[in-house]
């Protein structure tokens, strides 16, 4: 009789703990999504929005500034050009100048040039990002193409200005920084957009 009691106490333990168990899954996996989540579609937004405002990670911003008051024209700084694209876009991307040679407080026009290698229409999106990340929130755009999707057609060609100053608030010990631009494809972003 004590053995069985004993092996009813031990199926209800059995039992009772693949309960604890499975729920323990059931909330781990729930974590889990929801930290998915949470790094897939809130975090970006947010980090983006930190870093337009902060000017940290070198991470400009994405609205026209306003004119500048006045230049130093005691001052020089070297604004250096990097282009690049993703491998998922199929375009060409270069620079006017690879460098240009500024006084704080100066409007620069200086222009980039973007082809389409492939037969059909694709659009796509520049990400600009600065080096010293300390200069991000020094360096101004008026005009950028950097601002707005470009969709160019197949085989098309299209030359996008970007206008800019340095402002004269920028520290005293960074002569030169380098802007980079990094084209991704957004063609289905763009499409799922539209519907």
Same mark, same amino acid.
């Given at each position: $009789?004590?053995?069985?009691? &004993?092996?009813?106490? $031990?199926?209800?333990?059995?039992?009772?703990?693949?309960?604890?168990?499975?729920?323990?899954?059931?909330?781990?996996?729930?974590?889990? @999504?929801? $930290?998915?989540? %949470?790094?897939?579609?809130?975090?970006?937004?947010? =980090?983006?929005?930190?870093? #337009?405002?902060?000017?940290?990670?070198?991470?400009?911003?994405?609205?026209?500034?306003?004119?500048?008051?006045?230049?130093?024209?005691?001052?020089?700084?070297? @604004?250096?050009?990097?282009?690049?694209?993703?491998?998922?876009?199929?375009?060409? %991307?270069? =620079?006017?100048?690879?460098? @240009?040679?500024? &006084?704080?407080?100066?409007?620069?026009?200086?222009?980039? %040039?973007?082809?389409?290698?492939?037969?059909?229409?694709?659009?796509?999106? !520049?990400?600009?990002?600065?080096?010293?990340?300390?200069?991000?929130?020094?360096?101004?755009?008026? #005009?950028?193409?950097?601002? !707005?999707?470009?969709?160019?057609?197949?085989?098309?060609?299209?030359? $996008?200005?970007?206008?800019? =100053?340095?402002?004269?608030?920028?520290?005293? &010990?960074?002569?030169?920084?380098?802007?980079?631009?990094?084209? =991704?494809?957004?063609?289905?972003?763009?499409?799922?957009?539209?519907?």
């Amino acid at each position: $009789m004590s053995g069985d009691n &004993h092996e009813s106490g $031990m199926g209800t333990t059995v039992a009772g703990t693949t309960e604890k168990n499975r729920r323990l899954l059931v909330r781990l996996g729930l974590v889990v @999504v929801g $930290m998915f989540v %949470f790094a897939v579609f809130v975090m970006p937004p947010l =980090y983006d929005a930190f870093c #337009e405002i902060t000017g940290l990670n070198g991470k400009t911003s994405s609205k026209a500034a306003a004119a500048p008051v006045a230049a130093d024209l005691a001052r020089t700084v070297t @604004v250096e050009f990097l282009v690049d694209t993703d491998k998922a876009l199929p375009w060409d %991307f270069r =620079y006017e100048k690879p460098a @240009v040679e500024v &006084h704080p407080g100066e409007i620069t026009k200086t222009m980039f %040039f973007v082809k389409n290698r492939d037969s059909g229409a694709i659009t796509g999106r !520049a990400i600009p990002s600065i080096s010293p990340n300390e200069a991000a929130q020094y360096f101004k755009k008026t #005009e950028c193409f950097c601002f !707005a999707e470009q969709r160019l057609e197949g085989g098309a060609e299209k030359a $996008m200005p970007m206008i800019f =100053y340095v402002d004269p608030a920028l520290p005293k &010990h960074i002569r030169t920084v380098t802007l980079s631009y990094k084209f =991704y494809n957004m063609t289905e972003q763009a499409k799922a957009a539209s519907r």
